[in-house]
């Protein structure tokens, strides 16, 4: 069986990803473009808020020491998250939210799909019951990237703008370290780099769709699954964790 | 966003048998008024299975109509079955 040290960190991975693009979309609760977009997106948001809920509670039950989902959520710093970069890249306007959910949904629904078959079964279940509000995520967002792309003049031009900014955060999608190396090998998590062309073609297509470019190869950033940001995590923490820092144990 | 139809929806709940209205939206086009359906009003388990129907493809009688429609069925009870002797062996219908 896995290291207990090394499946924690892989299940905070996964956890810290839902739970940073699940509070960047709550950021738009209330300020969304109208009424019904406003209610889908959060729910979207709540949907993500849900699945870290799960991964975080076992990866504190996996490490043993009482850490509940909570504590892991709000009592780390920076330097401790360990979610993708492309998952605290600020909002920016609306169709930079939806790109990034775009990248994000269609990986996700070829992650967990792979660890719906984890032989972790605990792993599996969480995947399964993820995988079906993932699917329901990744629907929307390329209908709103086809819609946004192959719309007006300045929707696509926004559209294909934001799809380029974003591209330099999606190689470290595909990065295997050699903790998921070890975890692959036992049947429990999902080789990364095997989803990378899946997810070009998907993307692709959906692009070709939406008369959008896919971006040229090109430099991508990396390390938030070692805990090395962009300054925006830190911006995001202040925030979250504004409350549980300054009223320690608070409850409501 | 301004100029996105509006949506008439209708939910069919858990037990029940036919769609029944629930209310009303805006959205771009009619799958995405689903999408938006189904976050709006099934939220809470409340269906299984979603319609959508644009409200201006809707033809609806005229309140102003009520007399000519409704009322001429008022002074009609003969339309009620309430003038038949039923059997005892039926029990309560």
Known sequence: ?252 | MQDWPLFEVFIRSQHGLSHKHVGSLHAPDAETAIHYARDVYTRRNEGVSIWVVKSADIAASSPGDKGPLFEPANSKVYRHPTFYDIPKEVGHM
């Open chain 1, 1 to 252: 069986m896995a290291a207990p040290a090394a499946l924690f960190e892989y299940l905070v991975r996964l956890g810290d990803n839902c739970l940073i693009l699940g509070h960047r979309l709550s950021e738009w609760c209330g300020h969304g473009p109208v009424l019904e977009e406003d209610l889908a997106l959060t729910n979207v948001a709540l949907d993500l808020i849900g699945q870290a809920t799960l991964w975080l509670e076992l990866a504190g039950e996996i490490e043993g020491r009482g850490r509940t989902a909570d504590q892991l959520a709000y009592l780390r710093d920076a330097g401790e998250f360990r979610n993708l970069l492309l998952v605290e890249q600020p909002n920016g306007h609306y169709g930079e939210t939806l790109a990034r959910q775009f990248y994000f949904d269609t990986w996700h629904c070829g992650l967990l799909q792979g660890l719906s078959h984890s032989q972790h079964p605990r792993v599996a279940d969480i995947a399964a019951k993820s995988l079906k509000e993932a699917t329901y995520h990744l629907e929307r967002s390329e209908e709103w990237v086809v819609t946004l792309g192959d719309g007006t003049d300045e929707s696509h031009a926004r559209m294909q703008q934001a799809i380029n900014d974003l591209w330099m955060y999606t190689g470290e999608l595909f990065v295997m370290d050699e903790i998921e190396q070890d975890l692959v090998a036992e049947g429990i998590a999902v080789d990364l780099a095997e989803l990378r062309e899946p997810w070009l073609k998907q993307v692709g297509k959906t692009l070709d769709e939406a008369t959008l470019t896919l971006p040229q190869a090109g430099w991508m950033q990396q390390g938030g699954k070692q805990g090395v940001h962009t300054e925006n995590l830190g911006f995001i923490l202040a925030d979250m964790q504004f409350l549980q820092r300054a009223y320690p144990n608070a409850t409501w």
